[in-house]
């Protein structure tokens, strides 16, 4: 029996071997297996690790070209555009300091060719020679005051024009003519704005037509004395022109391939990023500040600009206006792409993993939910419409935001006003959709019997 039977005792023992061995074979299957998930995930991470300063780089390049990209567009629809020049130029002339500026200018010229005091002397001499002595004499003493007596009058007659709809027009069509000049000076054409000792200056010789037609029109017809006379008004330095001509032509060779190139920059920057979501809040943040860096420059330029301008050619307020003037649209562009970068900066944040942003769209969410839950005990339900916007409220956020973009694309002219009101619209819009949307009623569990 026990030669037919054989011992079970060592065929039991070898087959316990077997199992711890296979066991044994199984936990280093399973281990290399995961050495090897742990080296290829190494070698992944290795692969990517160029993908974040790269997209560290870009984003900054294109940051770093927004301010530049905002005044190639600037100068190809503010000084190559004659109509929104005039535009821009219109306010001044209802400036006051640019009026007195005008004013002064205009009067200074015209006393100063109508030689008030050498017709008074001529007057007394002729009087003495026809046996009038005493009233020559008489009329000689008084010469100085009645010089400053019809400059008072020239100057207030002047400053009254000066603020007339009828000089108004005139600053206007000379601006445009202006403008054009300007145009071809920086573009270097020869000829085409006047420099008067280092300064470029504007003819002021229209408007000293209108103020002599309405002199003659109140009884000075004294001035049709006067010379042709052709006084300027200094807008800056003409050193500052070869500058800007060498700006010019190399922005606007550059004023559609900058902004593009800017937008390219960022967009790439923020794809090639291991986190997109971060790097779209870092973009947005860095745009944002970009345009601060630009207002920073636009002010220390100010103060160049206004210490390069002698009060004696332009008082120091007038310089002022007409480069506050000059300067708005880029104030007004700056300001707008400083809410776009800090609205896409926020949506970024806001959308994203972090316990803040969580809890937000946590509470948001419970909110609209008591609103819509409260609305059904009342007997208002969306039904079906709410039924179908809770199935399809991931396209429907997508094209809210894709139109609310176009919406701001399209818009012409917008401001920081008119971004914030958009996102405000926008928020607005996500929650309808989220307080329309009816989820599926959960299934209620069967009672136990």
């Not at 504007?202 to 004395?225: E, M, S, Y």
Request: aromatic share 6%; hydrophobic share 50%; with cysteine.
């Amino acid at each position: 029996m026990s030669v037919m039977g054989g011992d079970p005792g060592p065929a039991v023992e070898s087959r316990e071997l077997s199992q711890d061995e296979r066991a044994e074979l199984e936990q280093l299957r399973s281990q290399v297996t995961e050495l090897r998930v742990q080296q290829a995930r190494q070698a992944r991470g290795r692969r990517k690790r160029w993908r974040a300063p790269v997209a560290v780089v870009l984003i900054m390049l294109g940051c770093i070209l927004a301010p530049v990209s905002v005044l190639a567009v600037w100068s190809a629809n503010q000084v190559s555009d004659t109509s929104r020049y005039v535009a821009n130029i219109e306010p001044l002339i209802h400036d006051p300091a640019v009026q007195n500026a005008l004013t002064d200018k205009v009067t200074s010229e015209i006393t100063s060719n109508l030689d008030v005091t050498g017709y008074v002397n001529q007057a007394a001499a002729l009087l003495t020679q026809k046996g009038l002595p005493r009233v020559g004499t008489l009329l000689q003493t008084f010469g100085p005051s009645l010089s400053g007596a019809v400059a008072g009058y020239i100057h207030g007659t002047v400053h009254k024009i000066v603020t007339s709809p009828q000089f108004a027009n005139t600053w206007l069509k000379v601006n445009t003519v202006a403008h054009q000049q300007m145009v071809s000076a920086l573009s270097g054409q020869k000829g085409a704005v006047a420099v008067s000792n280092g300064q470029v200056t504007i003819d002021l010789a229209p408007f000293i037509t209108i103020v002599k037609q309405a002199l003659v029109a109140r009884g000075f017809t004294l001035v049709n004395r006067l010379p042709p006379i052709h006084p300027t008004l200094a807008l800056f330095s003409a050193r500052e022109l070869t500058k800007a001509q060498a700006a010019y032509r190399l922005i606007n060779d550059l004023k559609i391939v900058l902004p593009i190139l800017t937008l390219v920059l960022i967009a790439a920057g923020v794809y090639i990023a291991r986190g997109h979501r971060r790097a779209l809040i870092g973009a947005g943040l860095g745009f944002a500040a970009s345009m601060l860096v630009l207002g920073l420059g636009l002010l220390i330029f100010r103060g160049i600009y206004l210490n390069s301008v002698p009060n004696d050619v332009l008082p120091s307020n007038a310089a002022a206006a007409i480069f506050d003037t000059f300067v708005r649209f880029i104030r007004t562009a700056l300001r707008t792409l400083l809410v776009v970068g800090l609205v896409v900066a926020a949506a970024a944040f806001l959308t994203g993993p972090s316990v803040t942003a969580v809890q937000t769209r946590r509470g948001v969410k419970s909110g609209l939910g008591w609103v819509r839950s409260t609305g059904e005990h009342a007997g208002l339900s969306t039904g079906p419409v709410g039924r179908w916007t809770y199935a399809h409220r991931k396209g429907l956020r997508i094209g809210a935001v894709g139109l609310f973009a176009l919406i701001f694309v399209f818009w012409g002219r917008p401001t920081a006003q008119v971004v914030i009101l958009l996102a405000v619209l926008l928020v607005v819009v996500l929650g309808l959709i989220e307080l329309i949307g009816r989820p599926p009623a959960e299934p209620v569990a069967a009672a136990p019997t």
